[in-house]
């Protein structure tokens, strides 16, 4: 599986609308595979965008995750990736870099270009 930025963002925006309070899980996404759903969800838990829990499959990939809520790290990365031009702009210098696209590459990026 290839990480896919643009699925990055959309799990943290869909997890900012969860009301305070309550869980969800099993966000499905037009034209996406329930297991790269879920790939990137253990992903964005691990690097500690995303406070929330995942199972495992009897093949050891993610089966299901529970999200609870964004961390402050989900928070401030958010606060950048939300502008739709500062996010094509981030993507777009990263490619022409050619540098790979990772989580802490696109945050250092984001960081920098809202900083002005």
């Known amino acids: 599986m290839k990480f896919d930025p643009e699925l990055m963002r959309s799990l943290l925006l869909d997890t900012e609308e969860i009301p305070a309070g309550q869980a969800a899980g099993g966000f499905t996404y ?3 595979d329930q297991a790269e759903v879920y790939r990137h969800a253990q992903i964005l838990i691990d690097e500690s965008f995303i ?3 995942y199972a495992n499959g009897s093949k050891g990939f993610p089966a299901a995750f ?3 809520d964004l961390t402050y790290r989900g928070h401030q990365f958010l606060a950048n990736a939300r502008n739709d031009t500062l996010w094509k702009k ?3 210098s990263i490619r022409n870099t050619g540098k790979t696209m990772s989580i802490a590459v696109i945050e250092a990026v984001l960081v920098k270009l809202a900083a002005g």
């Open 90 to 92: 981030a993507l777009t």
């Open 66 to 68: 529970h999200i609870i």
């Open 30 to 32: 037009k034209d996406r």
């Open 51 to 53: 406070e929330g829990k």
